[in-house]
């Protein structure tokens, strides 16, 4: 079994940074594809990005508009996600998930695996 362990998330204000960090229990884990997804409150969790562990393609959400980047590090078996120019409207909990496959990476169902999330709040 493997687990997902977000850490980053905080209070920035809005136009502000922060970078957050998805780490897997298993060093031997090698996923296809690893994902962020966010929930803010009374909404829908929605896609915002996501990396082809392998290859390093990577996907954003429409929304994204250039602000963030996802990157991965083979080493550290590590995902990042940097978000620039923040927006009050990003704030949620942002969820680290990582599926053995590759697919529609917008999709939730794709993936096997979920961190417990990390609240992410811009203030205005």
């Known amino acids: 079994q493997v687990q997902l362990v977000e850490s980053g998330g905080g209070l920035v204000q809005a136009g502000g940074s922060l970078r957050l960090s998805c780490a897997a229990s298993?060093?031997?884990?090698?996923?296809?594809?690893m994902g962020w997804f966010r929930q803010a409150p009374g909404k829908e969790r929605e896609f915002v990005a996501a990396i082809v562990w392998s290859g390093g393609s990577v996907t954003y959400g429409d929304f994204v508009e250039g602000r963030f980047t996802i990157s991965r590090d083979y080493a550290k078996n590590t995902m990042t996600l940097q978000m620039n120019s923040l927006k009050p409207e990003d704030t949620a909990v942002y969820y680290c998930?990582?599926?053995?496959?590759?697919?529609?990476?917008?999709?939730?169902?794709?993936?096997?695996?979920w961190g417990q999330g990390t609240q992410v709040t811009v203030s205005s």
């Open positions: 298993r060093r031997t884990f090698s996923p296809g594809t």
């Open positions: 998930a990582a599926a053995d496959s590759y697919g529609p990476f917008a999709t939730m169902s794709l993936y096997t695996y």
